[in-house]
């Protein structure tokens, strides 16, 4: 798999939250709920649109759902991981199994949340994530 380029942001570029969820109404609600905690945010429907506008060394995290149309986030998950991929993972699931947990988590995700969750446990996984990242 390839990313969309090799460069990165400019110096003193913010990170940005990376948000794959098919639900439109998902990624309209967290992207509402980072951008009111200063956070920047971009979502894809998919994990393909992800993939195709990534660009590797970009800052930030990736806020991931499991249960997606086409590739899933687990499979997604481990398809980045065979490339190295170089942001964190916050994996959100509704259907969130022990045995899809530790899948998720042998693919490198950081941690994984169930849904529904509360906005501070998710703001939590993702502020963990880019402390993880800036580290």
């Known amino acids: 798999m390839a990313f969309a380029s090799e460069a990165?942001?400019?110096?003193?570029?913010a990170?940005?939250?990376?948000?794959?969820d098919d639900d439109e109404a998902v990624r309209d609600s967290l992207?509402?709920?980072?951008?009111?905690?200063g956070i920047s945010s971009e979502g894809f429907e998919?994990?393909?649109r992800?993939?195709?506008a990534y660009r590797r060394g970009q800052g930030g995290c990736?806020?991931?759902?499991?249960?997606?149309?086409?590739?899933n986030g687990v499979e997604m998950l481990e398809s980045l991981a065979r490339d190295r991929f170089d942001l964190p993972v916050?994996?959100?699931s509704g259907h969130a199994d022990a045995a899809l947990v530790a899948r998720a988590m042998n693919a490198g995700a950081?941690?994984?949340?169930?849904?529904?969750f509360r906005e501070h446990e998710l703001l939590a996984a993702i502020k963990e994530a880019l402390s993880f990242r800036a580290s």
């Open 110 to 116: 950081r941690l994984v949340i169930a849904k529904p």
């Open 31 to 37: 992207g509402l709920l980072l951008e009111s905690h």
């Open 90 to 92: 916050v994996v959100m």
């Open 62 to 71: 990736l806020v991931l759902d499991i249960q997606m149309p086409g590739m």
């Open 46 to 48: 998919s994990a393909s």
């Open 50 to 52: 992800f993939l195709a």
């Open 15 to 20: 990170p940005t939250v990376y948000i794959v």
């Open 8 to 13: 990165g942001p400019g110096p003193g570029a």
